[in-house]
Every structure is written in C-alpha cells, then in structure tokens.
C-alpha cells in the first residue's frame, strides 16, 4: 500500500519548543449523535530541529445494524512532522490529501488561533520539469494541467509514451507538469511528486523511512 504525505509552510515563526507544548496542551472532545470523538496529539518528541507527533483523532461512521442506525467512534492516527529550516517552520502531515488538508487547518488554530497560517507549500514547474528531464529512462508518469487545448483539462504520458519526446515538447508547449512518478536515482524507491507537494511512495518501507527520505530528499526542491 502507498504512503501518502503532504508538505505545509507555516506563514509565521513559532519556535520548535513552543509548538510542541502547544500540541502537548491540545486536547478536544466533540459529541456526534451521542457518541464522544476525541482529538489530541501524543508522543511529542523534540529531536533538535525536528519535533515528530502523531495526532490522534476519532472519525464517526454511521453503520446498520439490524435496521437500526448505529453512530461508532473510528480511531485513527496520522504521524505530524515539523522542521525549523533556518528559521522557517516546515510541517508535514502523514495523510492523504483531503485528511492532511483538515489537519493542516486544525494544527493553524492551535498553534494561532485561525486557519489560514499553515499553507500549502509548493514547487515550481521547471523542478518537476528537470526530475524528467535529468533521467528520462527514470520517469513512469507525468501529468500536465493548465492545459491551453479547449476541452482539455489535463495531459498524460504513461509508460512507452515518456520515450517520444516530440509528444513530451509538444505537451510541454501546452501545458505545465503538474505530477510526475519516478525512480528516485540514489536510493532507487518509486515515488510522486505534485507542485503542491503531495508525495506519495509506491516502495514498500516503515512511516519513519518515509519521513527520513522526505527530510532527505523532497524538502531540499524548494
């Protein structure tokens, strides 16, 4: 099964001890058709300039049983990283897209009192751009949005396609790369990457593997 993690800014400075009391101090408890769910953080570990956590929190699902409507409590767990890079504060949520996105905004009122202080953050075309074309043989994937075609939202190249590079310049003349999936040449793992910074890991390895590799690798490309 893929990992999925997705890569946020924080727009103002909070030290890394700071935030790890706040995350530490967290804790809500919200009511759903009687049912209690829960939202905290635990294990909150400073390690130097990195403060690793997982956020704790309980989604309601609503089954049948027996014709009778049932709310249960889900307990679920996403790992939080945050790196202080020189005085900018780098956060990466552990989850795919639309759960990192809810986690992002709450972490934002924690840690300020309003969402919107945690954003995206994001890469450049041209990056994305010279992952292909640095090992081309490397690439699996690549998709194009901004599309200039009418009635074209997107453009793909899959598998035999990425070797005719006069259909990879010609998408290129009408669109940007917004995704690529490629062999990563020094450790040879099969990974994603969106201009928003969505990585996803198609190798298998443990939570704390990926996160090491995007601390590694990915935080370096912007």
């Given at each position: 099964?893929?990992?999925?993690?997705?890569?946020?800014?924080?727009?103002?400075?909070?030290?890394?001890?700071?935030?790890?009391?706040?995350?530490?101090?967290?804790?809500?408890?919200?009511?759903?058709?009687?049912?209690?769910?829960?939202?905290?953080?635990?294990?909150?570990?400073?390690?130097?300039?990195?403060?690793?956590?997982?956020?704790?929190?309980?989604?309601?699902?609503?089954?049948?049983?027996?014709?009778?409507?049932?709310?249960?409590?889900?307990?679920?767990?996403?790992?939080?990283?945050?790196?202080?890079?020189?005085?900018?504060?780098?956060?990466?949520?552990?989850?795919?897209?639309?759960?990192?996105?809810?986690?992002?905004?709450?972490?934002?009122?924690?840690?300020?009192?309003?969402?919107?202080?945690?954003?995206?953050?994001?890469?450049?075309?041209?990056?994305?751009?010279?992952?292909h074309e640095s090992s081309p043989e490397s690439t699996k994937v690549i998709y194009f949005d901004n599309v200039d075609i009418p009635n074209v939202n997107k453009l793909a190249l899959y598998g035999d396609a990425l070797a005719d590079t006069s259909l990879y310049k010609m998408y290129l003349d009408h669109g940007l790369i917004w995704y690529v999936v490629f062999t990563h040449r020094e450790t040879g793992y099969i990974v994603g990457i969106t201009r928003n910074l969505i990585v996803t890991m198609f190798s298998k390895m443990t939570l704390d593997e990926f996160s090491d590799f995007i601390d590694k690798y990915i935080l370096n490309l912007f």
């Open positions: 099964m893929a990992l999925s993690a997705k890569i946020f800014r924080l727009k103002e400075y909070n030290p890394i001890d700071v935030i790890a009391d706040k995350l530490v101090n967290y804790s809500l408890v919200e009511e759903y058709e009687g049912v209690e769910l829960k939202k905290y953080f635990e294990d909150v570990k400073v390690i130097g300039v990195l403060l690793k956590a997982y956020f704790i929190f309980d989604e309601p699902r609503v089954l049948n049983v027996a014709g009778e409507t049932k709310v249960l409590p889900i307990r679920r767990e996403a790992l939080v990283t945050f790196r202080d890079r020189e005085g900018e504060i780098i956060l990466t949520v552990f989850e795919k897209k639309n759960r990192a996105n809810r986690i992002a905004n709450l972490i934002s009122e924690v840690l300020f009192g309003r969402v919107g202080v945690v954003v995206e953050a994001k890469i450049n075309h041209e990056i994305l751009k010279s992952i």
